[in-house]
Each structure stands twice: as C-alpha cells, then as structure tokens.
C-alpha cells in the first residue's frame, strides 16, 4: 500500500475527515494512475506526494520530492496567479514535451498534473508541416491563376493595340488603354492583399479598451455605410471592457468582415448591420450579424479556402487573413448564415489583464 499524502503533512482525510491513518486504498489509486500527478507545499516548500509515474517522468535527473527542481521547472517564473491555475501549459524538458495543468487546493497546496506529450507533440508538428506543405501548393496555383488571368488579358490588350496602333481612332486607344489599367488595377488588388497577409506575423498584444476601440472603427466607416444605405445598430455591454490584442491587427479583421456584410447587403432593402460586444468566461466576444444574402450550405466549408470567391472582384483572402490573424491572437472566429436570411460572424478573444478607463 502508498503512504497517503495527508499522513505525511499531517492533514485530515478529505473522505473520512479525520486523521489520516496512512495507508490508504485511494493513495494507491493515485500512485498507479495513468498520469504523473504532485502535490506540493508551498508554505514548508516541500513535495508531499508524486505518484509512481511522475517520478518515471523525471527519471535519471530529478530525484523523487525534489522540491526545488520540480518547482523551478513546473510552476511559472513569476509568483502563481489565478490566472495559472486549471491552465494546461507544455513544457520543454530536455528532449521531452510535458504537459503541465495546476490545480490550487489552497493558497499553501497544489496539485500539479503532468504527462509526457512528447510522442503528441511530434505527431502535431508532422501533421502541421504536411498541412503547410499541402496549403503551400494550393496557395502558389491560386496565385499563379488570380495574376495569370489578368497579366495574359493585358498581354492581348497591348498586342491588338501594338498591331492597330495606325487605324485605331484615339477613342479607340483609350478604351484600350483603360482596359489594360482596369487588369493592372487587379493585380495591385491582389498584391495589396498578400501584402496584408503577412503583415502581422508577430502581433504587439496588449491591453486594449474594447468600446474606444469600436467608437474609433465606427466614426471611420459610419458615412460609408450609411451612404449605401446600410443601417449599423451597436449593442456594447460594458463588462466587454479590455482586450489583449493588437489593435491594428483586429481593425483589419474587422474591416474584412465588415466589407463582406456590406458585399452581401449590396440592393437590399432595410439593409442592417448589429454590432454586439459581450463578455463570457473571461472572454470578449463580438457577433457581426447582417440581414444580407447569406451563404449557400454547399459553399460554407470553402469559406476559409484561399481565393474561394463568389465576387468578380474579389480575391478570395478576407477570411483567410481574419482566420490567420485571429489566431496569431489566440482568438477565434465562426461563421454561421442562412441563405436568403444574412450572416453571423462570432469572434472570440482573449480578454485583458488590467482595466483602463
Ligand atoms: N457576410 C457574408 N454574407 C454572404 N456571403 C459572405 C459573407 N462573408 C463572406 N461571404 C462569402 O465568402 C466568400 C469569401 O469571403 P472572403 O472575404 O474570404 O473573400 P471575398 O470577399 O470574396 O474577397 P476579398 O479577398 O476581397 O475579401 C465571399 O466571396 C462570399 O461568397
Ligand atoms: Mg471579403
């Protein structure tokens, strides 16, 4: 039978609630189970317990209860918060992946969850690395075909034009000549569009005061918009209070998304848009909900596919660079639409650390 932690620091039973007698069927249930699991005493900086496996975990390099080198490696830098806590973090270990979950008995006590992930990891990274490849090809052919079209368009304009340069009218010229610029117009469409792919590659995160951040994007498209007809009602509930983000980044998802609702409200009547800010579980959700024409269920899963597009002047990149962007935020984004009804865009992010009036 495995000594029972209680026994050692002394505390009572949490089943029975009286004084440990320390031998004990559910220490021995704890000692076998499938995942390396530490109890540990910040107070009298000990390690009151670690099963079997979290001790094979650390074999050869940390020896059983080592307080100091568990802590230094399992617990954050900086002292705990609650913020550290029930949060799955993985970890470097010499060659080793372990994931790592914190869970806080009491200001003085925690339990620490640990397995090695290191097979998973590997397999991710694998999976990742043939995705990127597979993408890779899929963006170069849709590159090569959105600059084809247009480059081999202003390639015959230029040709007839070249061969016709002395029995064309100037009026003729012209029109040419217009639609030579209308295909270069095209391309620098499409390369403004790559260029804001990569953009924020490495997003400045920080706080960021969400209703200053919506009052700021609104005054910026509120005449447009309006210009086209198009009504934005604002539903903001003040606890969507701060943002951890970076705000030139999520100005341009919003603009994306925006331009798409607007794209879809295109000769509707009473065309609206409803812009809500909430909080759920230490997040910051925004819904962009149009009344437009909605999305056809066979065209839902190619949403998010580079130059998937139903527009004869669109690239197709919106939504993938809202997609990139987001999640280089540790944001997410769902869409979900009725044809013939309109749209719901969902974007979930990370909320901020610090109130900022
Ligand atoms: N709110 C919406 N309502 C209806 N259809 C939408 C909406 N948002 C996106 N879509 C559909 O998804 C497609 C892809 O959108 P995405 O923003 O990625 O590209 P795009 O708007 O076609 O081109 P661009 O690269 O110029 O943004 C659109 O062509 C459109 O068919
Ligand atoms: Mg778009």
């Known amino acids: 039978m495995t000594e029972c932690a209680h026994r050692e620091s002394g505390r009572n039973c949490p089943i029975s609630k009286t004084p440990c007698l320390g031998e004990c069927i559910y220490a ?37 209860k080592d307080y100091n080198a568990l802590a230094s490696l399992l617990l954050p830098e900086s002292p705990l918060t609650s913020k550290d806590h029930n949060v799955s973090r993985t970890l470097r270990y010499g060659n080793k992946f372990i994931g790592c979950t914190i869970y806080n008995i009491s200001e003085r006590y925690l339990w620490i969850y640990i397995s090695d992930v290191t097979e ?35 390639k015959t304009t230029v040709t007839v034009l070249g061969n016709n340069i002395n029995t064309y009218s100037k009026e003729t010229v012209l029109e040419y000549i217009n639609r030579a610029l209308l295909d270069i117009n095209r391309v620098e469409y499409l390369l403004n569009d790559l260029r804001t792919f990569s953009m924020y ?40 209070e701060v943002g951890y983000l970076d ?24 065309a609206e ?68 009804r309109g749209t719901v865009v969902t974007l979930n992010l990370p909320e901020g650390h610090n109130s900022i009036s």
């Open 28 to 64: 021995n249930i704890l000692d076998d189970i499938n995942l390396g699991i530490i109890g540990m005493d910040l107070s009298n900086k000990e390690v009151f317990f670690q099963n079997k496996l979290a001790v094979d975990i650390f074999k050869g390099t940390i020896k059983p």
């Open 120 to 154: 998973k990891v590997r397999l991710d990274s694998i999976a990742e690395a043939v995705n990127t490849m597979n993408n890779l090809g899929y963006i170069f052919s849709g590159i090569r075909h959105e600059l084809g079209n247009p480059i081999n368009s202003i």
């Open 201 to 240: 590659e490495n997003p400045e995160l920080k706080d960021v005061h969400m209703p200053s951040f919506m009052s700021n994007l609104l005054s910026m498209i509120d005449r447009d918009f309006n210009r086209n007809g198009i009504k934005i009602r604002t539903i903001f509930r003040p606890d969507a």
């Open 247 to 270: 705000p030139r980044a999520l100005h341009q998802v919003m603009l994306n998304i925006l331009t798409n609702a607007s794209d879809a409200l295109r000769s509707k009547e009473s």
């Open 273 to 340: 848009i409803a812009i809500s800010m909430f909080r759920i579980d230490g997040r910051i959700i925004i819904k962009v909900k149009d009344n437009g024409c909605g999305i056809p269920e066979e065209h839902m899963k190619h949403l998010f596919k580079p130059f998937s597009t139903t527009k004869t002047k669109g690239t197709g990149l919106g939504l993938v660079i809202v997609r990139k962007m987001l999640s280089k935020m540790d944001g997410t984004v769902e869409i979900e639409s009725e044809e013939g």
